[in-house]
C-alpha cells in the first residue's frame, strides 16, 4: 500500500497544496509517505498537487481526488447534507440549522468553514461562533481584558469587553459625542457626566456619599 511505505524523499520542498511533478518532490510530515503528487480536483492551482487523501489540512487543496477538508482533516464523507449544527463543516447557509437563533456557514476561526453564530448569539464552544468571536458565557462574543489591560474610560471602543471590567460594569456606547466610548452603566460611581453612557448623568448621592450614573 502506498501509505505504508518509507518516504524515500522526505526532503522534498514543495509544501502540501503546491504544484508538482511527481511525488519525491512532496514535503512529507512523517516517517512514511502520506503527502502525494495527485490532482486535488482544483484546476487553477495547477494540474496536479501535493495533497493527501487523509490526514492534517487546513484547505480543500490540501486534499487529494474527491477528499475535502472537514474540521482540519482530509475526508470523503457526504457533504450534501443539511440539519448542520454550530461547528459543523458546511458550504452553505441553508446547511445550518439551531435550536434557536441564526446559523451562517462562514469562516469560524478553526481553519475551516462551517455553521457559526454571530455577535450576541447563543454557543456551546468557541468553533461555533464565527470569525475571531469566542464563547463566553453561552453567548458569542469577544473576551474581556486581562485586569488593568482593558480601555479607560471615555476610550473609543468596538464592543464592551474592550473595556476595563469586561463588559460587566461598564459597555461601549455613545456618551454624548460622536463616537462610542467606554462608559458606565447606570448605578456605577463616577466623577463627570462624560462617565457615564448614553443621555444619563453623574449625580452626587447623600446616602451614598458619593456619584452615580443615573
Known amino acids: 500500500m502506498l501509505g505504508g511505505k518509507q518516504a524515500g524523499a522526505q526532503q522534498g520542498w514543495v509544501p502540501i497544496g503546491g504544484a508538482c511533478y511527481n511525488t519525491g518532490q512532496c514535503i512529507q510530515d512523517g516517517p512514511s509517505i502520506s503527502v502525494f503528487c495527485d490532482d486535488n480536483g482544483f484546476g487553477y492551482d495547477g494540474d496536479v498537487n501535493c495533497c493527501r487523501y487523509e490526514g492534517y489540512c487546513q484547505a480543500d487543496e490540501h486534499c487529494c481526488g474527491a477528499s475535502f477538508c472537514y474540521q482540519g482533516q482530509c475526508t470523503t464523507f457526504p457533504d450534501d447534507t443539511d440539519d448542520r449544527g454550530p461547528g459543523e463543516a458546511c458550504f452553505s447557509d441553508d446547511q ?3 435550536a434557536s437563533g441564526a446559523l451562517y456557514c462562514a469562516d469560524n476561526g478553526f481553519g475551516y468553514t462551517a455553521c457559526c453564530a454571530v455577535y450576541g448569539d447563543r454557543c456551546a464552544a468557541d468553533d461555533g461562533c464565527c470569525g475571531d468571536l469566542g464563547c463566553f458565557g453561552g453567548a ?3 473576551g474581556g481584558p486581562a485586569p488593568g489591560g482593558g480601555l479607560p ?3 473609543q471602543c468596538s464592543y ?4 476595563e471590567g469586561g463588559g460587566n460594569y461598564v459597555d461601549c456606547e455613545n456618551n454624548g459625542g460622536f463616537v462610542p466610548v467606554c462608559c458606565l452603566f447606570n448605578g456605577q460611581g463616577c466623577s463627570s457626566d462624560l ?3 448614553g443621555m444619563s448623568s453623574c449625580v452626587y ?6 456619584a452615580i450614573c443615573i
Not at 464592551?160 to 473595556?163: E, L, N, R, V, W
Not at 448621592?205 to 458619593?210: M, P, S
Request: one cysteine or more; charged letters at 15%.
Open 140 to 142: 458569542c462574543g469577544y
Open 96 to 98: 445550518c440549522r439551531a
Open 205 to 210: 448621592q447623600a446616602a451614598l456619599r458619593g
Open 160 to 163: 464592551a469587553a474592550q473595556c
Open 195 to 197: 462617565d457615564c453612557c
Open 153 to 155: 474610560l471615555g476610550a
